[in-house]
T-cell receptor
Framework: DQQVKQNSPSLSVQEGRISILNCDYT??????FLWYKKYPAEGPTFLIS?????DKNEDGRFTVFLNKSAKHLSLHIVPSQPGDSAVYFC??????????FGEGTQLTVNP | SAVISQKPSRDICQRGTSLTIQCQVD?????MFWYRQQPGQSLTLIAT?????????ESGFVIDKFPISRPNLTFSTLTVSNMSPEDSSIYLC?????????????FGSGTRLTVV
């Protein structure tokens, strides 16, 4: 039972354009959502998070949007840079539970 | 934020042997988490390790296969026992990191295990 799904295994974007990474979840009890970036041979690095009481959180070039009714969140990166090329994982948790991760999306930003 | 030193970074092991992975954190943390990332899949939680008590294992993972030690608040080990090729994965440790502006987790750099 995959409670957190990232349906796009890969995404390719031109430098300077917007990257939009999507994530869907099925467990309505999830109340906190996080995005991680992972480079090869490194552990995941925390990027940005959002509480279920919000619908948007912004940090520099990164913005996360949450649509609770649709059980959908997205990560927007603008402008995209070649250094953003990595695997992006969304993750979700409920109070007292542990992180549940999506399968990841490989983002490639082309110069 | 917390800094985690994880080793080894990679290893190639013979089936039937065991490998112990170590994680050292630069600050005291209550809980440490061990994850597995099988090829092409998401990160799956193996167990949560609290200092001074038995680790709590997730469904599908057992102590005999993945014994965990947590001797103090800055260190933990995960052993992958009696390995088979199906154990070939990346293994990661993680801690809650409340030092950031956003509530998140910090991960070690991972151990890439290949069982032959």
């Amino acid at each position: 039972d995959q409670q957190v799904k990232q349906n796009s295994p890969s995404l390719s974007v031109q430098e300077g354009r917007i990257s939009i990474l999507n994530c869907d979840y099925t467990n309505s009890m999830f109340d906190y959502f996080l995005w991680y970036k992972k480079y090869p041979a490194e552990g995941p690095t925390f990027l940005i998070s959002i509480s279920s009481i919000k619908d948007k959180n912004e940090d520099g070039r990164f913005t996360v949007f949450l649509n609770k009714s649709a059980k959908h969140l997205s990560l927007h990166i603008v402008p995209s840079q070649p250094g953003d090329s990595a695997v992006y994982f969304c993750a979700a948790e409920t109070s007292g539970s542990r992180l549940t991760f999506g399968e990841g999306t490989q983002l490639t930003v082309n110069p | 934020s917390a800094v985690i030193s994880q080793k080894p970074s990679r290893d190639i092991c013979q089936r039937g042997t065991s490998l112990t992975i170590q994680c050292q954190v630069d600050s005291q943390v209550t809980m440490m988490f061990w994850y597995r990332q099988q090829p092409g899949q998401s990160l799956t939680l193996i167990a949560t390790a609290n200092q001074g008590s038995e680790a709590t294992y997730e469904s599908g993972f057992v102590i005999d296969k993945f014994p965990i030690s947590r001797p103090n608040l800055t260190f933990s080990t995960l052993t992958v026992s009696n390995m088979s090729p199906e154990d070939s994965s990346i293994y990661l440790c993680s801690v809650e990191d409340r030092g950031k502006g956003n509530y998140g987790y910090t991960f070690g750099s991972g151990t890439r295990l290949t069982v032959v």
